[in-house]
């Protein structure tokens, strides 16, 4: 490539998408890096495209996603393609973080790429939670004022944080307004940080599913480029099911009744991605202790690399590891059942159960299967 200048976009781009050389190694799991890019292509065209029409006023607000819905040219597909692209984004990400764990790919020298990982899980966090408010629907409405209290639980000035947030002394306009601003900002700040993710894992190198470093490399194109348009089909056939047949699905109906102060809805819920989480919230009794749960339990995963380093990266050849690893996955989709569920026996006491493992697995079991490796591996 001499006629690219060094260090141009256009020499980052033919390096990642052309002359990088990954494992021969790696699987249809790695596709889901992917993925992950392309629904966050997706959520910024259509956010774009969504962002004319909208209107951030608690009087204008249902109402502008309304005009969206039905009087806006394919405007329904835009909405649902953003609205269902979410859950997709969620889906593959946390597919992307199972794989990592389960293949050792927060180990050395992958800490850095892994931690920037964690920060954008966490920006897609509070992204997605912010524009889960702006249609302004009951569960909208409910949902920003629940969460937005828990900066209560903070001694001494959270009462004043929950007004900053607020713009107010309740959820209204204001906060509408703050939602909606950042809401469109986050994306790009998301996508510097995809940028630089990307460029730590062309210093690193990937990960494989032997967990070594393979001598074996291939050109990305065109071997995993094929690969990787593959599972774009695959992944893009799986999203119009619920593009085109079952748009609502993964949402809640009471967020087509427009926001009312006067009236709370019997159950308060989240989001589907949000569900292990907010278990995990639920499962202290005191609000600031759920709080530092719910902000350790990704907190933890930041650490993660930086006290847990095998000899051996792969669980294929870490038997015990692997058994604990299906457990913990199990854990997580049993805390996504339960914050669905209300607050009450006997599935309060199957959180709390839940929690427990979710943190000892992360900060127990595994430092403590790597000790044990370490002994049997020094005897050999």
Avoid at 146 to 163: F, H, M
Avoid at 300 to 305: D, F, K
Wanted: aromatic share 20%; hydrophobic share 50%.
């Amino acid at each position: 490539m001499r006629f690219v200048k060094k260090n141009s976009l256009v020499e980052f781009v033919y390096h990642a998408a052309v002359s990088y050389k990954p494992p021969i190694t790696l699987t249809y799991f790695w596709n889901f890096g992917v993925l992950a890019l392309v629904c966050l292509v997706i959520q910024l065209v259509t956010g774009i495209f969504l962002a004319m029409h909208y209107v951030a006023s608690p009087e204008h607000a249902f109402n502008s996603v309304e005009h969206i819905m039905r009087d806006v040219n394919y405007g329904w597909l835009i909405r649902y393609l953003h609205a269902n692209g979410a859950s997709m984004f969620f889906l593959v990400v946390y597919v992307h973080i199972f794989r990592g764990l389960y293949y050792g790919s927060y180990m050395y020298p992958r800490q850095i790429l892994w931690c920037t990982g964690v920060i954008i899980l966490l920006i897609m966090i509070l992204t997605a939670f912010m524009g889960y408010v702006l249609p302004w629907g009951q569960m909208s409405y409910w949902a920003a004022t629940v969460i937005t209290n828990l900066a209560s639980a903070v001694p001494y000035v959270g009462d004043y944080i929950v007004y900053w947030l607020w713009g107010g002394f309740s959820v209204g306009g204001p906060t509408l307004n703050r939602f909606f601003s950042f809401h469109y900002l986050m994306p790009f700040v998301l996508t510097a940080l995809v940028i630089g993710h990307i460029l730590i894992l062309h210093e690193v190198k990937s990960n494989n599913p032997i967990g070594i470093n393979s001598p074996d490399n291939v050109q990305f194109t065109p071997y995993y480029t094929i690969k990787d348009i593959f599972g774009i089909m695959v992944f893009w056939l799986f999203f119009s099911v619920f593009l085109y047949y079952y748009p609502n699905l993964l949402g809640h109906t009471d967020n087509y009744i427009k926001a009312n102060p006067m009236v709370t809805p019997t159950h308060i819920v989240p989001e589907w991605y949000f569900l292990p989480f907010y278990a995990i919230l639920r499962s202290v009794p005191d609000k600031l202790g759920g709080v530092v749960l719910l902000l350790a339990s990704i907190l933890v995963l930041l650490a993660l690399p930086f006290y847990a380093n095998s000899k051996v990266r792969s669980s294929a050849f870490r038997s015990l590891n692997k058994i604990f690893f299906w457990f913990f996955f199990s854990t997580c989709l049993l805390l996504g059942w339960i914050g669905g569920k209300n607050i009450e026996p006997p599935f309060y006491f199957i959180g709390q159960a839940a929690t427990f493992f979710y943190f000892f697995y992360l900060l127990a079991i595994i430092p403590g299967i790597i000790y044990l490796e370490n002994i049997f591996w020094n005897k050999k």
